[in-house]
């Protein structure tokens, strides 16, 4: 009995060491793979670094040759700025491939040691991570501010908001006569816009575009609501009293507006800009678009329950969607003016054509 369960504990302690070793090997095999691995990645970053600083010495001399056709300065001047932005590009390459081939050699020294080599190519260096855990590395600075100032940034963007009343002009009645409520239908704008100037030694006159979400939404007075009696929709009063009839459209268009006014310039060693901070501005332009979404909302009661119907789609609204606008403003902020040309509805017997008065910001 005693001879067997020497052999059972035998057993149990070489297939313990055994497998220890084996765990030792694997953990050996996996450190060395890592190391390969971190130090193939270093190897590509040696590339990477060497494109990117050509790429910053490439925009630096564009923005040294913009600044030669613009006769800021002279071809001597030039080529000697174009000197000197090839010297510290090189200088660049060469500090910190130093740097990439200093950890490729310490990888290959140290591999197999507690430090955990960090392969970011923004950091160089030793810092403590946590309990036991380092990483190699040293922060060198954000990337982009090594990329050199554009000199001429011809065109910006920025994004668009707009809200305010909306109402509709009904061909054969008066405005005071609109079957929409005035205080209670509003329109809302959001969408981006880019600014282009036009000429090269001038910003009085520029050119904005972009894409905007529109939704126009009518407040229906005297109890009456939509209603499409083969294709022809009408308002038409409802059986029971309303507590809420409303009416929206929702559009996608493309705004275009030739916008003019001063603006200042500011100009810098390396780079200059037109700024129209708090400066008067005028656009005047249209949009194009489609169409994407309609709905009627009606509140009311029966039989002493509170009925909410949302009916959406279904009301002849005008796929294609186009008009007039414009705006008059004061740096960021305009009063804002869009007018629809095409009818709200189709085939109607009287056009309807969405108008909207309100504030307009653009937060460039």
């Not at 880019?194 to 905007?212: A, E, V």
């Not at 022809?232 to 459209?249: G, H, I, M, Y």
Request: hydrophobic share 35%; no cysteine.
């Amino acid at each position: 009995m005693n001879t067997i369960t020497r052999l059972v504990v035998y057993a149990i302690i070489s297939l313990t060491f055994a497998t220890t070793h084996a765990q030792e090997k694997a953990a050996d095999s996996l450190k060395k793979t890592s190391v390969d691995y971190k130090i193939e990645a270093l190897e590509e970053q040696k590339i990477k670094i060497e494109k990117e600083e050509k790429d910053f010495l490439r925009q630096e001399i564009e923005a040294i040759n913009e600044r030669l056709d613009a006769k800021q300065i002279t071809a001597a001047e030039a080529e000697e700025l174009k000197k000197e932005a090839a010297k510290k590009r090189a200088a660049n390459i060469e500090n910190r491939l130093a740097i990439i081939d200093s950890r490729i050699s310490l990888l290959m020294r140290n591999g197999y040691d507690d430090y955990d080599f960090d392969i970011d190519p923004d950091f160089i260096g030793l810092r403590k991570n946590g309990e036991g855990s380092y990483s190699f590395g040293l922060k060198i600075g954000d990337k982009e501010k090594n990329k050199p100032r554009r000199y001429d940034r011809r065109t910006t963007s920025d994004l668009v908001f707009a809200f305010g009343f909306n109402n509709a002009i009904i061909e054969g009645q008066d405005f005071d006569d609109s079957p929409y409520k005035l205080g209670g239908s509003g329109f809302m704008e959001l969408g981006y816009a880019w600014k282009t100037r036009i000429f090269d030694n001038t910003n009085f006159w520029r050119l904005k575009y972009g894409f905007s979400f529109q939704w126009n939404k009518f407040d229906i007075k005297d109890n009456q609501y939509f209603v499409n009696t083969d294709g022809d929709v009408t308002l038409q009063e409802f059986p029971v009293e309303l507590s809420k009839a409303k009416f929206r459209t929702t559009n996608l268009v493309f705004p275009v507006h030739l916008e003019f006014g001063p603006s200042k310039k500011i100009e810098k060693k390396d780079y200059f800009r037109y700024s129209t901070r708090n400066k008067f501005k005028v656009g005047l332009g249209g949009y194009a678009g489609l169409n994407i979404g309609s709905m009627q909302k009606l509140k009311y009661k029966e039989d002493g329950n509170r009925i909410k119907d949302k009916q959406r789609g279904g009301f002849e609204v005008n796929e294609f969607v186009y008009g007039l606008s414009g705006y008059l403003a004061w740096g960021d902020t305009a009063l804002y003016v869009k007018y629809d040309l095409n009818p709200l509805f189709k085939d109607q017997a009287f056009d309807q054509n969405n108008i909207s008065v309100g504030l307009r910001f653009d937060m460039d």
